[in-house]
C-alpha cells in the first residue's frame, strides 16, 4: 500500500484495504515512516496483526507519505 499523501488514516485501524479473497492473520514487514527510516517509532502496523475480515478487507493504520508492505502469517 502506498499513500502519496499528507492525510494520516493512524490510531484506529480504520482503512480497509481489499485482500483479493486471501484469508488469514497479516504481519506488516515494511513501513517506511518506521523510526528506523526517519519516521516515528511503532508507525503504521508495527505492534499490531490483524485478520481478514468478513468484508474480505483488511483493515490498517495507514501513515501519511508513506509505503506498508503486508504479508499473510
Known amino acids: 500500500m502506498v499513500n502519496f ?3 494520516d488514516w493512524v490510531g ?4 480497509g484495504v481489499g485482500t483479493g479473497g ?3 492473520q ?3 514487514v515494511f513501513c517506511s515512516q518506521d523510526a ?3 519516521g516515528w517509532h511503532g508507525a503504521g502496523n508495527a505492534y499490531y496483526e490483524p485478520w481478514t475480515q468478513p468484508d474480505g ?3 490498517l ?3 501519511k507519505y508513506g509505503v506498508l508492505v ?3 502469517k
Open 5 to 7: 499523501g499528507g492525510r
Open 12 to 15: 484506529g485501524h480504520d482503512y
Open 22 to 24: 486471501a484469508q488469514g
Open 26 to 28: 497479516w504481519q506488516q
Open 36 to 38: 528506523e527510516y526517519g
Open 57 to 59: 478487507k483488511v483493515y
Open 61 to 63: 493504520n495507514v501513515p
Open 70 to 72: 503486508m504479508r499473510l
